[in-house]
């Protein structure tokens, strides 16, 4: 009887901890995904500006700013990481490299300080959201052989923890060809 009571307790530790492990393994999925979210909303927040700043050298190129717009819309309107709102991001980044191509066109649009300014920090916020992206899937991917692996599914199974997605580029061409923001 003794030695029952004894297992018994080493069963109910290990529920615990893999009670635990699960927990904080989520937590750090949810919070890594916080971090690209605050890198996403930086990168909208500057899209404005740079649409502004080349507005003003390039008026006649009206569907492209709408394109933009529209693209940034469509991210901003996104949830979670799903496969919508990375097609929704790669929209976006598509209709960004129409916006560096018309600056191509203008050499006092390239020479302009603002212009300038907006484009190294966009260029350092896709270089954050690259960097948050990898914490988040690295994330996702160990919650994901936690939740996979036994017998720890056992537990997963009991509490309904279930696995999250990882967030890629759906478009392979987009994910070999970044965003180019240096002239």
């Known amino acids: 009887m003794k030695y029952l009571w004894i297992i018994l307790g080493v069963v109910v530790l290990w ?34 500006n740079l649409v502004n700043t080349v507005k003003g050298y390039a008026t006649h190129e009206s569907s492209v700013f709408e394109n933009v717009t529209k693209a940034r819309t469509m991210a901003m309107g996104a949830q979670g990481p799903t496969k919508g709102h990375a097609e929704a991001e790669n929209m976006l980044t598509g209709a960004l490299k129409s916006i560096f191509a018309i600056a ?48 720890s599914n056992i537990i997963a199974g009991i509490f309904r923890f279930s696995k999250m997605e990882f967030f890629d580029l759906p478009d392979n061409d987009v994910a070999q060809n970044p965003v180019e923001v240096k002239f």
């Open 15 to 48: 529920v615990v901890y893999a009670f635990n492990r699960f927990i904080s393994l989520k937590n750090r999925a949810h919070e890594a995904w916080a971090d690209i979210e605050v890198q996403l909303k930086r990168r909208y927040d500057l899209i404005p």
């Open 104 to 151: 191509e066109a203008y050499p006092d649009l390239r020479a302009n300080q603002n212009f300038l300014s907006l484009q190294s920090e966009l260029s350092d916020t896709e270089n954050k959201i690259q960097a948050a992206r990898r914490f988040y899937n690295t994330n996702v991917r160990d919650l994901n052989i936690k939740i996979q692996s036994f017998p």
